[in-house]
């Protein structure tokens, strides 16, 4: 092949791959939390009507705040999908009544089912599972349910039992007709969530599969809530770097490990189907980065990113 050739086909690479890296943000999930609800008409200038949004419930936080949280997701032309972490679930009628008013008030037909991260329950549930079994989602309508995937494991379950509980309860919300998304708690390198997702397609897994990446925010932070939420082995990719005082408070942005991901995507037998984006430097930050994005307004580098 000709130098010529070779050029020609490098940049029809490269042209494929900044395509598929802006489909990934035009098609992300992001984070919101309820301090950020002031913030949500400004982001109609950043993302398409219909974003999925995920509704953070933050300790002490009530059901009442999630579901005014939800109601102005709703309002304001996005697709609002709260968190239930099952242990803050006090019984069976408190359970009714959270579906109950996120359906009926904010139009909800989503939620993400996640244990929490607290050492006891206040109630009944302890799993995601003992929660689907309840059938209480598709009795008050809900079409969609998404579960936490783990790829680096979890700092407080065995391993085995994290991937027998991931294929449980992907399987169980399957079996009682719902659409079912395993969403992964955030990580900074590519290739462990790939070889993870692999490995569950090969054994049979049909949810769909979404990794979910960090923001841009300051490293210091990123260190901060990659430690609170137990990120597993790839929070190397973020010591890799000299942890002078300036890098500590520099920036640290998401578009390795999204070029990592989106040259691995396939459209057509996806091992995973999207990515989410938490918003640890900000909700509207991010909403920015996101469209920056997904309008291609950035450049492949030598770094095996991309420069905005």
Not at 56 to 65: I, M, N, R, Y
Not at 245 to 264: F, N, S, T, W, Y
Request: charged residues 20%; glycine residues 8%; neutral net charge.
């Amino acid at each position: 092949m000709s130098q010529q050739a070779e050029t020609v086909e490098m940049s029809t690479v490269e042209a494929s791959l900044v395509q598929t890296i802006m489909q990934l943000a035009r098609q992300a999930s992001i984070e919101i939390n309820v301090q950020d609800v002031p913030h949500l008409h400004a982001s109609c200038d950043y993302l398409p009507a219909g974003q999925k949004m995920y509704v953070s419930h933050l300790p002490k936080q009530t059901w009442g705040e999630t579901e005014a949280a939800c109601r102005a997701v709703r309002a304001t032309g996005f697709d609002p999908v709260p968190h239930i972490p099952v242990r803050l679930i006090e019984d069976a009628v408190t359970l009714d009544r959270i579906f109950g008013n996120l359906v009926r008030n904010a139009q909800v037909d989503e939620v993400l089912l996640i244990s929490g991260d607290y050492p006891q329950s206040l109630g009944p549930y302890l799993t995601t599972s003992e929660v689907l079994r309840t059938g209480m989602l598709t009795q008050h309508g809900l079409k969609r349910v998404s579960v936490a995937g783990h790829p680096e494991g979890h700092p407080k379950v065995a391993l085995d039992e994290v991937r027998r509980v991931e294929l449980e309860k992907t399987a169980l919300a399957a079996t009682m007709g719902l659409e079912v998304t395993l969403l992964t708690q955030f990580f900074f390198e590519h290739t462990p969530f790939l070889e993870w997702a692999q490995t569950l397609r090969e054994q049979g897994m049909q949810a769909r599969i979404v990794g979910s990446l960090a923001g841009p925010a300051g490293i210091a932070t990123l260190f901060r809530f990659a430690m609170r939420c137990g990120v597993g082995p790839s929070i190397r990719a973020l010591g890799a770097r000299p942890t002078s005082l300036l890098k500590l408070i520099g920036d640290h942005g998401p578009e390795q490990v999204m070029r990592g991901l989106a040259a691995a995507y396939r459209g057509d037998q996806p091992d995973f189907n999207g990515v989410h984006l938490f918003s640890f430097g900000g909700y509207l930050r991010t909403c920015r980065w996101l469209h920056a994005v997904a309008n291609g307004r950035f450049k492949l580098n030598d770094n095996d990113g991309f420069s905005m």
